[in-house]
């Protein structure tokens, strides 16, 4: 299935010079939104999968549906302060500034292998945090899944040590 | 199935003398979250439904996995500046101060009814605000779908127009 029209263009967002790639539309049509998620589920069938993982918020999205399909724990890792247990944390570097991410403590049990969704790889500093997360945590990253890479971006240089799985690519 | 042994119990958060309601521990089982979203998808089922609309950032959680096993249009629900296309919006009062949520222009044809999915009804502010912008919009609200209801916040007073369905109330 050809998902490339179901991927909108927004010239200027989040700010100028910016060209977003809005997945309203795929999320709109339940046959491109159910293949997606088949995909994925196809891509980790056979393997030792203990959980998925689910960035906010657009990979909650995904992650949940996902979750759902492989009946596997959904765990979600959200910004700074949204998780109300006791969490584990990880900062990264951003164009201008810092994020953290948050999980929390009781997500991972050691040695548990764990899928991370989110929608799109950019320049790959949001899952490289996640990875490190699952890591300190005792956890292994048995994949990444995502709808999109912009391979402009060059985040799978930085992930190179993970099973990458994307259904397009820019 | 006794959903309660997956809800935690969160003193003061996010605020003191709140007791916050977790729903991680169901998220993180996978029989639990299963059958949450196949008891909402059987309360649907024969119903004319066009569509799920998913309330930011809990409410994705539930929603994408309904909308994936129900086969309907996903349409996320928002905070104001999120969504990257042209947007509709309704501001809503809070305890101190307001809130807004948006919703894509074409997110909703008008005429088609919706179920609306967050994970708790508490005072049934943002749940209103909801409906209000599907029906600015020319939609019909067929359903409110919760994972949990706080009644003693009287939530479902202002929403008794709609048909409301809470797996589990307190």
């Known amino acids: 299935m050809d998902l490339q029209p ?6 200027d967002f989040p700010r100028p010079g910016v060209m ?6 795929l999320l709109q049509t339940p046959a491109a939104f159910s293949y997606v ?7 980790y069938k056979g393997r030792a999968i203990d959980g998925v993982l689910a960035i906010e918020a657009r990979g909650f ?3 949940a549906a996902l979750a759902y399909k492989m009946e596997k724990p959904l765990i979600p890792l ?20 810092s994020d953290t991410i948050e999980m929390h403590q009781d997500g991972l049990v050691a040695g548990h292998r764990v ?12 899952m490289g945090a996640a990875c490190r997360l699952v890591e300190q945590s005792g956890g ?12 402009f971006l060059n985040g799978r240089q930085s992930l190179a040590a993970h099973d990458i799985f994307a259904l397009l690519k820019y």
């Open 6 to 11: 179901y991927i909108r263009d927004i010239p």
């Open 20 to 25: 977003f790639k809005d997945i309203t539309p």
């Open 37 to 43: 998620i088949d995909q994925m589920a196809a891509h």
């Open 61 to 63: 999205l995904l992650g």
């Open 78 to 97: 959200r910004k700074r302060g949204k998780l109300p247990f006791h969490t584990v944390s990880v900062s990264y570097a951003l164009e201008y500034g």
């Open 115 to 126: 899928v991370i969704v989110d929608d799109v790889l950019a320049t790959g500093g949001t």
């Open 140 to 151: 292994k990253v048995a994949g990444l899944a995502l709808l999109m890479e912009l391979a």
